[in-house]
């Protein structure tokens, strides 16, 4: 079952090693790139340059930056986590953050998962195969309807 995945990311070169280890893992499903934590919030409620989406086609899950322009991550978490549509749909914090006052508001906020940037490519492509593995082969997702 293939469908979409919302990868929030304002680091160019970060979007592209993301992009790169999904394909390099045959992940199948459309990306989505969001730059800013604004652009990522006009997708997921379909406002903005998204107004013509449907609002009720969700990302099976979103690849989360905290260090986002605009809005950063923990805010765009907290009003996806507050929105009684968008409440259920799987968040994981991508991140190179290591401090643990934003491992802690993540999870706080309503995080699925928190998992730190790897630095080397080979490592950091295998850390995206497992998310790709975990959230888009083997969990059972609830139903993203209220």
Request: hydrophobic share 40%.
């Amino acid at each position: 079952m293939n469908g979409t995945i919302l990868l929030v990311e304002d680091n160019p070169n970060d979007e592209a090693l993301t992009l790169r280890a999904l394909r390099k893992n045959n992940i199948q499903d459309k990306v989505v790139v969001a730059r800013d934590g604004a652009e990522a919030l006009d997708y997921l409620f379909a406002t903005g340059a998204y107004q013509d989406r449907s609002p009720d086609d969700l990302p099976r899950v979103v690849l989360l930056d905290l260090k986002l322009p605009k809005v950063d991550g923990l805010e765009v978490l907290r009003r996806v986590r507050a929105n009684a549509r968008t409440r259920l749909v799987p968040v994981v914090i991508l991140t190179s953050s290591n401090e643990e006052r934003d491992l802690v508001a993540g999870y706080g906020s309503g995080a699925n998962s928190y998992i730190r940037k790897p630095v080397d490519f080979t490592e950091f492509s295998e850390t995206v195969r497992h998310l790709g593995r975990y959230w888009l082969q083997l969990n059972e997702a609830p139903p993203l309807r209220p």
